[in-house]
């Protein structure tokens, strides 16, 4: 499987990034090595001093499809789930900085939480106001909602499949709404959707 993520897909996060505002949703991927296995802590790489948390919409593709129009794209999955795209911010700006590829600041091990419990999207009213969270230690620290994206997830799918074949299984990280921070160990990070916990995760 591989694992697809969008940058800069809230406004909100964009700006206290003080990024510009794309006209194309930005791309990249991480490698299956990257999953966190199930039950297990997060480690901090040693590589950097400021992991980030990035809370984000996940989507499950379940057919395999490539050039998949908008209008058809919700054939494409039958879940949501939620995740954290962890990030080591040091690393990530010294690349930017150069015009590098990201992947090391984006794809090391652990640095793909898939929480474990998915939701049929039949569950949701409207899959383009879905309402997410992630608390650190018990703490409210990111809060979003799909209405805000700037591509939405049909848009998402369309966009990806002009440049790389989807595939049964593999997993779309749709983009982080603003509030992202450090962690530290012994941090407790867990996410909901909704009203529902897809995950908890302990930081070592
Ligand atoms: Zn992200």
Not at 58 to 64: E, H, P, Q, T, Y
Not at 79 to 100: N, P, S, V, Y
Not at 180 to 201: C, K, M, R, T, W
Request: charged share 30%; hydrophobic share 40%; glycine share 8%.
């Amino acid at each position: 499987m591989k694992i697809i993520c969008i940058g800069r897909n809230y406004t909100d996060h964009i700006a206290e990034l003080q990024n510009e505002r794309p006209d194309e949703p930005v791309i990249f991927l991480k490698p299956d090595s990257a999953v966190l296995l199930k039950k297990q802590p997060f480690f901090i790489p040693e590589f950097s001093n400021d992991v980030h948390y990035e809370v984000e919409l996940l989507v499950r593709i379940n057919k395999i499809g490539k050039h998949i129009q908008k209008k058809f794209a919700h054939k494409y999955y039958d879940e949501i789930g939620l995740g954290i795209d962890f990030t080591a911010r040091d690393l990530q700006t010294k690349l930017k900085d150069k015009g590098l590829p990201w992947e090391k600041a984006k794809g090391f091990d652990g640095s793909a939480v898939i929480g474990e419990k998915w939701i049929e999207k039949s569950h949701f009213k409207d899959l383009n106001d879905i309402g997410f969270e992630l608390e650190k230690n018990g703490k409210l620290v990111q809060q979003g909602r799909s209405s805000h994206m700037l591509w939405k997830i049909d848009e998402i799918i369309e966009y990806i499949s002009q440049y790389f074949t989807l595939k049964i299984g593999d997993v779309i990280f749709t983009g982080t709404p603003a509030g992202v921070g450090p962690v530290a160990i012994n941090d407790q990070l867990s996410g909901f959707i909704e009203d529902q916990q897809i995950f908890s995760i302990q930081v070592k």
